[in-house]
C-alpha cells in the first residue's frame, strides 16, 4: 500500500538489536503512515515526534507528500521542520488540524497522557485538541497503569510571578498523599548556577511527583489544579489522544478509543 514510503536505506536491524530510539523511530514512521497530501498537521515535541519531522520531510522532498502545513508545537520542533522542508503555520490561520502526531511521557490504559517532561506542554495540549485526530506515537517503555505511575515528573506549567505561593498551593492539593512531592524544574547554566526552566511561553514548570501515581479522578484533579490562578496549564491530557501506536521488541501495537 505504502510502497512509495518504504524507506531508502538498509534493511531494519532485527527486533533483539532494535534500540529504544529504534522503536521510537517505528512508532513515528507508523503514524506518518496516517498523513495524506493537504492535511495541517500538528508537529509533536520530543525525541519520538523528531522522527515522525524527519520522515514528513523525506517524502515531502521525494513528492509523495504535497501541501502540508505544520502546526509546530515548541520553537525546537519549528526550528527542525523548517529545516526539513515543513511548511510551517500556526492556529490562528489554521483553527482546526486535521491529525497531530506527538510522543508521551507516560500512556495509562485509557489512553490518557503524562506530556510536557520536554517542557512544551501548553502549546501541546492547544494544537492537540484542537485536532480531528491525535495520533501518540511511544516505545513500549510509556505504557503504565496510571497516570504519575512511572515516578518521574508530571509537569505543570505556572507563571513565574509568586511561583513559590503556587507551589505551595499544589503540595496542599496533594497533602494527604505521603508519596508526593513537588519542585520548580531547574537547569545548570554555563557557570553552574541553577536556573528556572523556562518555557517558550516564557513560564516556569513545577514538576509533581507522585510515588504511587495519581490516586482517584483525574477529571478532578486537573480541574483543582487549573483553578490556582497561577496555573496556566497541566501535562494530563485527559481523554484527548484518539489512538496510540506503541513500538516493542515484539511488534507494533495499536490503542484506539
Ligand atoms: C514534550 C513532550 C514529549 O512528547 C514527551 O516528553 C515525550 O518525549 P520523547 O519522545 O523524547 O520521549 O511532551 O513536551
Redesign the pocket.
Given at each position: 500500500l505504502f510502497a512509495d514510503r518504504l524507506p531508502v536505506s538498509s534493511p531494519p536491524p532485527t527486533a533483539a538489536a532494535l534500540t529504544q530510539d529504534d522503536l521510537?523511530r517505528i512508532a513515528a514512521h507508523r503514524a506518518v503512515d496516517l498523513v495524506e497530501s493537504g492535511m495541517v498537521l500538528g508537529l509533536?515535541?520530543?525525541?519520538?515526534?523528531a522522527h515522525a519531522l524527519d520522515r514528513l520531510g523525506d517524502l515531502l522532498r521525494r513528492g509523495v507528500l504535497r501541501d502540508i502545513v505544520g502546526i509546530p508545537t515548541?520553537l525546537k520542533t519549528a526550528a527542525h521542520a523548517a529545516a526539513v522542508g515543513i511548511p510551517l503555520s500556526d492556529l490562528d490561520a489554521h483553527p482546526v488540524v486535521d491529525l497531530s502526531i506527538?510522543?508521551?511521557?507516560e500512556v495509562d490504559p485509557a489512553l490518557n497522557l503524562v506530556?510536557?517532561?520536554?517542557?512544551?506542554?501548553l502549546r501541546?495540549k492547544m494544537i492537540e485538541g484542537a485536532s480531528r485526530r491525535f495520533v501518540v506515537i511511544v516505545d513500549e517503555s510509556?505504557l503504565v497503569p496510571c497516570l504519575g505511575g512511572s515516578g518521574l515528573a508530571v509537569p505543570v506549567e505556572v507563571v513565574p510571578f509568586c511561583w513559590k505561593y503556587t507551589l505551595g498551593q499544589l503540595e496542599r492539593l496533594f497533602d494527604n498523599d505521603p508519596g508526593f512531592n513537588a519542585k520548580l524544574r531547574t537547569f545548570s547554566d554555563k557557570e553552574g548556577v541553577e536556573m528556572p526552566f523556562v518555557t517558550d511561553n516564557s513560564n516556569y514548570i513545577i514538576d509533581l511527583y507522585f510515588e504511587r501515581g495519581i490516586s482517584g479522578d483525574l477529571d478532578a484533579v486537573s480541574d483543582s489544579m487549573l483553578r490556582f490562578p497561577g496555573v496556566v496549564e497541566h501535562?494530563m491530557f485527559l481523554g484527548m489522544a484518539t489512538s496510540v501506536i506503541v513500538a516493542g521488541k515484539n511488534g507494533v501495537t495499536f490503542m484506539e478509543k
Open positions: 521510537k509533536g515535541t520530543g525525541s519520538t515526534a515548541s506527538d510522543g508521551a511521557d506530556k510536557g517532561r520536554g517542557g512544551s506542554l501541546e510509556k501535562g
